[in-house]
């Protein structure tokens, strides 16, 4: 608290990419957009990556992205979701 009672916490947050919401706003103008792609865990305890859009594994040229070790499998899911998003 600073010397007026008011609080010097931010009235503002960064999240997701480039978008700031009040967070003394009861109604966000901009709600982040979900990411088109995601890694998970299949079955078989191997990582794969998700493209949402496509409903199928992701691409890398002629290689799908599945059985993957999750460091792998999380880096190319951050990769696409950062050079991809302003195609969609």
């Given at each position: ?19 700031a919401i009040d967070v ?36 890398v040229g002629a290689r ?25």
């Amino acid at each position: 608290m600073g010397m007026t009672g008011v609080s010097d916490a931010p009235k503002y947050r960064l999240l997701e990419r480039y978008v700031a919401i009040d967070v003394n706003d009861k109604k966000p103008r901009q709600v982040p957009s979900p990411k088109r792609f995601e890694a998970f865990l299949d079955p078989m305890n191997n990582w794969v990556v998700w493209d949402h859009k496509e409903q199928y594994f992701a691409e890398v040229g002629a290689r799908y992205l599945a059985s993957l070790p999750e460091e792998r499998a999380k880096a190319f899911c951050t990769m696409l979701n950062i050079l991809l998003s302003k195609n969609d």
